[in-house]
T-cell receptor, first 116, second 114 residues
């Protein structure tokens, strides 16, 4: 149980295009999901907290107009990187907190974004 | 400010050696503590967690961790490591209410030599 999927696993795009990444909780409902960036050989940096039915909460320094988050259902959150640039290339990871309690996040496998 | 620190950034051990990875936290209020493991090319997996009760927590794959409140520590241990334990290990803390967002440590890269 407690499986989180992400799609796509890899994406390569041209500078200036937008990319959407999906995060799904497969066997549980998640009112709250989280989006992270992980740079090579570094820890995870929380970008934003995604709340079902309400606006996402962004961490300091994260541009909300660049990283659009939509959490339209209890099992799906999407992150759209708008007008992507090479500096947005990174590994994006989502996690989901199970609504059944147990204050635990379950992580997706990540999405490798490369912007040319 | 809330923070989690992991002192060992890189650890190299031979198989069968004992492992202890340090984790200290700075948090106001009650915390929940976690250890996650990230094997090469894979996603983060939960090793174990501490919410309350017995401060010695047993997790998967033979790992355990001890919560020492007086030292603000939650060190990860394994009596005898295997080559397959080669991975990156992350300690994380979160408040027991509110946003539930994690604060991660910087991670410890463990390499086990066969």
């Amino acid at each position: 149980g407690a499986v989180v999927s992400q799609h796509p696993s890899r994406v390569i795009c041209k500078s200036g295009t937008s990319v959407k990444i999906e995060c799904r909780s497969l066997d549980f409902q998640a009112t709250t999901m989280f989006w992270y960036r992980q740079f090579p050989k570094q820890s995870l940096m929380l970008m934003a907290t995604s709340n079902e039915g309400s606006k996402a909460t962004y961490e300091q320094g994260v541009e909300k107009d660049k990283f659009l988050i939509n959490h339209a259902s209890l099992t799906l959150s999407t992150l759209t990187v708008t007008s992507a640039h090479p500096e947005d290339s990174s590994f994006y990871i989502c996690s989901a907190r199970d609504n059944r309690g147990a204050n635990t996040q379950y992580f997706g496998p990540g999405t490798r974004l490369t912007v040319l | 400010a809330q923070s989690v620190s992991q002192h060992n950034h890189h650890v190299i051990l031979s198989e069968a050696a004992s492992l202890e990875l340090g984790c200290n936290y700075s948090y106001g209020g009650t915390v929940n503590l976690f250890w996650y493991v990230q094997y090469p090319g894979q996603h983060l997996q939960l090793l174990l967690k501490y919410f309350s009760g017995d401060p010695l927590v047993k997790g998967i794959k033979g790992f355990e961790a001890e919560f020492i409140k007086s030292k603000f520590s939650f060190n990860l241990r394994k009596p005898s490591v295997q080559w397959s334990d080669t991975a990156e290990y992350f300690c994380a803390a979160t408040a027991t209410s509110g946003t539930y967002k994690y604060i991660f440590g910087t991670g410890t890269r463990l390499k086990v030599l066969a």
